[in-house]
């Protein structure tokens, strides 16, 4: 009965082995962490307890070290010793071999360890060299762990990017915005129109080819890091001088497979200028005068912009941005019908939102960017990375981030909204068959530069 009590307590019910870097859950069930994570990387979430199935909402385990310090006693000591070994005898000081040569790796008795030939190296009782050895197999697995949930959110973008790319491969939205954008400026731009239009196709298809590239190479990744994380801990549970005797091929491929990590593809169309695009949009330019500022935790909330761009009627005004460190603000004024036409300056802002919202949508309390009601351009970072989305319903646009001056043109009587690169006279997107079934309100959102 003691030596099943004994078992049961330092062993993990998992792999029904001595416990390896334990963690101990919120219902006191202890077990190793790589068993751990392998479970619940199977099991559906949220994750739970295997024995008791009780919900466990901390993630982030540390290492139980009353455990751990526990079961390398009982590793020596207890009657499943799966780390004794066959006791050498020194044949020539007829002594226990019972250290270990770090450079020889060999198994010494004390005088041994002594002699010359030994003196200048680093020995250890066997029990602590395993022990010692086994913590860096698991600095390793930790590291490897962590790669392994890199590699598995970028596939899953990856397969997210690649079913959009494929749905419109042939980017039929974007011809439909550009095509009529060519024909308003100028009729006889229609050699130019068709090049765009090509070279649109081809990019799109050269990065779909990269995209399936990119998940293919993340599966197979997936598969390899997997492979060896379970190669770890299998080594981690072998007896010490089973463990301190085998060759460092293992780890040398965990090193190895953790120095190249396949990168998400980023995809990104080319922006090419329209002719005549920025006069014929500077027919409609108004006048913006922005209130109700605020400052909120509802939205995601931006630094203030450098400045805008006043109308025609109004050359003088400065309509700089009081310095607040977060900007909400839309229109004083709001449109129900006709043309128009505005810029804002967003060279000085990593993330910014520009556009129109209805009045409804301006006096709700949540403010969700994908309701009805908004239609905006978003620009977020993303770690060192800008990102373009556009709300309603909130998707990536694949154009580059524009580095001066944005457009907006509202045609209220047609039906569209439009985001425009001012500095190359470039298409960034449209929201198409728009119903704007109440007066618009420029919006306005800018953070930190």
């Given at each position: 009965m003691g030596s099943v009590i004994f078992w049961n307590e330092f062993t993990c019910f998992l792999c029904a082995k001595y416990f390896i870097d334990p963690v101990t859950l919120i219902c006191q069930h202890?077990?190793?962490?790589?068993?751990?994570?392998?479970?619940?990387?199977?099991a559906q979430r949220p994750p739970c307890c295997p024995v008791c199935r009780e919900p466990s909402h901390h993630m982030n385990l540390k290492t139980n070290i009353v455990l751990k310090t526990r079961v390398f006693l009982a590793r020596r000591t207890g009657p499943y010793d799966l780390s004794s070994y066959a006791e050498e005898i020194c044949e020539i000081h007829m002594k226990t071999k019972n250290f270990f040569c770090e450079v020889t790796k060999d198994v010494l008795c004390l005088p041994c360890c002594k002699s010359e030939e030994h003196g200048a190296h680093r020995h250890c009782s066997i029990e602590w060299m395993a022990e010692e050895y086994r913590q860096k197999l698991l600095k390793q697995m930790r590291s490897m762990w962590q790669k392994i949930q890199e590699n598995k959110r970028n596939l899953k973008r990856e397969v997210s990017k690649l079913r959009t790319w494929e749905v419109n491969k042939k980017f039929c939205f974007i011809q439909n915005m550009i095509r009529p954008e060519y024909w308003k400026v100028c009729p006889f731009v229609h050699h130019e129109e068709k090049h765009y239009l090509r070279k649109i196709e081809e990019e799109s298809d050269e990065i779909f080819q990269q995209l399936k590239g990119s998940q293919h190479n993340m599966y197979l990744k997936g598969?390899?890091?997997?492979?060896?994380?379970?190669?770890?801990?299998?080594?981690?549970?072998?007896?010490?001088?089973?463990?301190?005797q085998q060759p460092h091929v293992v780890p040398c491929r965990s090193e190895s497979a953790q120095l190249h990590m396949p990168q998400p593809v980023v995809p990104q169309l080319s922006s090419w200028p329209i002719p005549g695009l920025v006069d014929w949009l500077n027919q409609f330019q108004v006048h913006i005068a922005l209130d109700n500022e605020i400052v909120t935790g509802h939205v995601p909330v931006f630094e203030d912009l450098r400045r805008l761009l006043a109308g025609p009627d109004h050359p003088a005004v400065d309509n700089t941005p009081p310095g607040s460190k977060y900007l909400l603000a839309w229109g004083a004024?709001?449109?129900?019908?006709?043309?128009?036409?505005?810029?804002v300056d967003v060279a000085g802002c990593c993330s910014w939102a520009i556009g129109f919202c209805n009045d409804s949508w301006a006096r709700k309390n949540d403010m969700v960017l994908e309701s009805e009601g908004i239609f905006l351009l978003l620009c977020i970072k993303e770690n060192n990375q800008c990102s373009l989305f556009t709300s309603s319903p909130?998707?990536?646009?694949?154009?580059?981030?524009?580095?001066?001056?944005?457009?907006?043109?509202?045609?209220?009587?047609?039906?569209?909204?439009?985001?425009?690169?001012?500095?190359?006279?470039?298409?960034?997107?449209?929201?198409?068959?728009?119903?704007f079934s109440s007066p618009l309100k420029p919006f306005l959102c800018s953070g930190h530069p």
């Open positions: 202890s077990f190793c962490m790589p068993c751990l994570c392998l479970c619940w990387e199977e598969k390899l890091l997997s492979q060896i994380y379970e190669e770890l801990k299998e080594l981690c549970h072998k007896p010490d001088m089973e463990l301190l004024e709001s449109f129900t019908s006709g043309q128009h036409y505005w810029e909130l998707s990536p646009q694949y154009v580059k981030r524009p580095l001066g001056r944005v457009g907006l043109f509202l045609d209220y009587d047609g039906g569209f909204l439009s985001f425009f690169n001012v500095a190359n006279s470039s298409l960034i997107c449209r929201f198409l068959s728009c119903s």
